[in-house]
């Protein structure tokens, strides 16, 4: 059982340069999120998503894009970076239990974008 | 204001002693989650709580809604126990939606 998985790992971006995130996780879970973290700051949300199909915009969403085409992916987009957009990305995923108490949270292992 | 205050930011501590790390926060929430980031990056789930207390090995959580504030206990602290441990709360009425404190910093020597 993975989890959830993010790629790449690692990417270094020159400005103006697109590059898209995938998030994948396999919990069969239906609300998946993207989020920035950076130093001094707590982590930030930039989209999520509560079902296949759909997606909503977080607290930083100027200059990202996302799709979640399907359920099991949450992808996450840069159309022309900035190095503004240097920060570590995760990607996370749970669920809504019954009566709308929640559950766990589940992290992906991160994404360092350097923009140059 | 932060909706999500953690304290304290930084914390070092010797093997074996006991820990706390605070988080008060502003808004009515749903449920509090305590997160550990280790060196490295990767980001996992310790507790979930919407009330009293959870207990994991050497991990305690509690949360007082009335006060709204959580703490984080560890005991018997051993040096894997470094890492950047997070404070996040769901709030009522934002459907699935955290909001993340900045962390606080532990490193725990021999």
């Known amino acids: 059982n993975a989890g959830v998985t993010q790629t790449p790992k690692f990417r270094v971006l020159k400005t103006g340069q697109s590059m898209t995130l995938l998030c994948a996780q396999d919990m069969n879970h239906e609300y998946m999120y993207w989020y920035r973290q950076d130093p001094g700051m707590g982590l930030r949300l930039i989209h999520y998503s509560v079902g296949e199909g759909t997606t909503a915009k977080g607290e930083v969403p100027d200059g990202y894009n996302v799709s979640r085409l399907k359920k099991q992916n949450f992808l996450l987009g840069l159309e022309s970076a900035a190095p503004s957009q240097t920060s570590v990305y995760f990607c996370?995923?749970?669920?809504?239990?019954?009566?709308?108490?929640?559950?766990?949270?589940?992290f992906g292992q991160g994404t360092r974008l350097t923009v140059v | 204001k932060n909706e999500v205050e953690q304290s304290p930011q930084n914390l070092t501590a010797q093997e074996g002693e006991f820990i706390t790390i605070n988080c008060s926060y502003s808004?009515?929430?749903?449920?509090l989650h305590w997160l550990q980031q280790h060196p490295g990056g990767g980001i996992v789930s310790l507790f979930m709580l919407s009330s009293g207390k959870k207990k994991h090995g050497r991990l305690i959580a509690t949360i007082n809604i009335q006060e709204k504030h959580s703490s984080l206990h560890i005991t018997a602290s051993h040096p894997r126990d470094s890492a950047v441990y997070i404070c996040a709360v769901r709030s009522t009425g934002t459907a699935s939606k955290l909001t993340f404190g900045t962390g606080t910093r532990l490193q725990v020597t021999l």
């Open positions: 808004v009515g929430i749903s449920a």
């Open positions: 996370a995923s749970g669920n809504l239990g019954h009566l709308g108490l929640n559950t766990e949270a589940f």
